[in-house]
């Protein structure tokens, strides 16, 4: 069950933060997308250490997926951890007004693809090989 948390905290958060570009009389949302954003993040670390630790070797087709999954698991947390790091940095810095946004706000849109990807990959070993992760 906690995979499924970092795929809706990182995608709403982007979504939310995009919304946020739009919408700029309501500065809640682009402080919502940096909530999610680290919550998603730390979500993210949950999951890939359940992964790391619970989940069981795999042979032939499932194992080729399964590293494909995990690949994409490192990418996802890895840009997290980068959007995470950079967003805080600037919420204390006041940078929030100037284009160093437009690298957090890239960021998280590759960390909401990486994530989308993974979860792909991790339901396609779920459902078509019945292998739980």
């Known amino acids: 069950m906690l995979v499924h948390f970092p795929i ?10 995009l919304a946020s570009l739009f919408v ?13 954003l680290v919550f998603g993040t730390l979500s993210a670390l949950t999951a890939w250490l359940t992964g790391i630790f619970f ?5 032939d087709s499932a194992g ?13 947390l890895g840009t997290l951890i980068a959007a995470s790091v950079f967003r805080i940095l600037l919420q204390f810095r006041n940078g ?12 998280y849109a590759l960390a909401a ?20 992760l």
């Open 8 to 17: 809706a905290l990182v995608i709403f958060g982007f979504l939310a933060e």
């Open 24 to 36: 700029k009389k309501e500065a809640w949302l682009s402080r919502a997308g940096f909530f999610l």
């Open 55 to 59: 989940t069981s070797p795999m042979s």
């Open 64 to 76: 080729e997926i399964k590293a494909t999954h995990a690949l994409f698991a490192w990418l996802t």
């Open 96 to 107: 929030e007004n100037t284009n160093l946004k437009w690298v957090a706000f890239a960021l």
């Open 113 to 132: 693809v990486f994530v989308s990807i993974t979860g792909f990959f991790g339901g396609t070993l779920v459902y078509n090989y019945m292998m739980p």
